[in-house]
């Protein structure tokens, strides 16, 4: 865990290198803050590499801090008192790790593969957000997107077939999946690794484990998904895949 660190006062600061190199930079909620915002913010936060299975945000914790997530897949989740979870949400670079102005946190955050944050502290970026409106403004529509995702997986849930969810879930990884530069694939397709455990996939679109194998190889058999090792996914064709979600 490396603190960035700048040695000249704000108003002579170009944009921080961190922020420069950073592949979120634009597309996530630092995409409204100017040069001089961002590198007060860059002077309180820091990068951090997270290992899969490491909690970033607890259920009914206090919230100290909020990150941006750079690279990587978390996993959002509820546990009822019983023990049992429910997955209902994962989140992407560049999402927003957080909820401000609430004390704490009403779900629980996990990193599922090796995650790179961007993290900092939560009276530093509530101040930020009082005094600038399009930094509220990307936080909002982040809320927004979350929303709109909440509702599709409610859809998947209470209307689409095994195979069309297990469809619909390759997809969102898919999209989510940066594409490689000089791999060679035809335009169109893609591979990633798959970041749950078929156990997880299977929590998350309210399916057995079994379903979600037997799905898998079914999508194999017709060609629209290839199946390299045990969690390497290789994706022919997207459209191919999106024609099997019932959207």
Do not use: W
Request: hydrophobic share 40%.
């Amino acid at each position: 865990m490396t603190k960035s660190a700048t040695s000249v006062p704000l108003e002579n600061d170009p944009l921080p290198d961190l922020c420069r190199a950073c592949k979120a930079r634009h597309r996530g909620i630092c995409g409204a803050l100017d040069a001089q915002q961002l590198a007060e913010l860059n002077r309180r936060s820091h990068k951090q590499v997270v290992e899969p299975g490491k909690t970033l945000m607890d259920a009914e914790e206090p919230t100290s801090a909020y990150s941006n997530i750079l690279a990587g897949v978390v996993k959002l989740s509820k546990m009822l008192p019983d023990g049992r979870q429910q997955i209902v949400g994962l989140q992407f670079a560049p999402d927003f790790v957080g909820r401000p102005f609430s004390q704490e946190s009403a779900l629980k955050a996990e990193a599922v593969t090796s995650t790179v944050l961007c993290t900092f502290p939560r009276n530093v970026l509530e101040r930020m957000i009082a005094d600038s409106a399009g930094l509220e403004h990307n936080l909002y529509l982040q809320a927004l997107a979350e929303l709109d995702d909440a509702r599709d997986l409610l859809l998947t849930l209470g209307r689409k077939t095994a195979r069309e969810r297990v469809a619909t879930f390759l997809l969102m990884i898919a999209r989510h999946t940066p594409k490689a530069e000089g791999t060679g694939e035809p335009q169109g397709s893609t591979d990633f690794e798959l970041p749950l455990t078929r156990a997880e996939i299977a929590d998350f679109l309210g399916l057995t484990i079994e379903t979600v194998s037997r799905q898998l190889t079914k999508l194999k058999g017709s060609g629209v998904i290839r199946v390299e090792a045990n969690r390497r996914i290789c994706v022919p064709d997207l459209e191919l895949l999106e024609a099997e979600t019932g959207d």
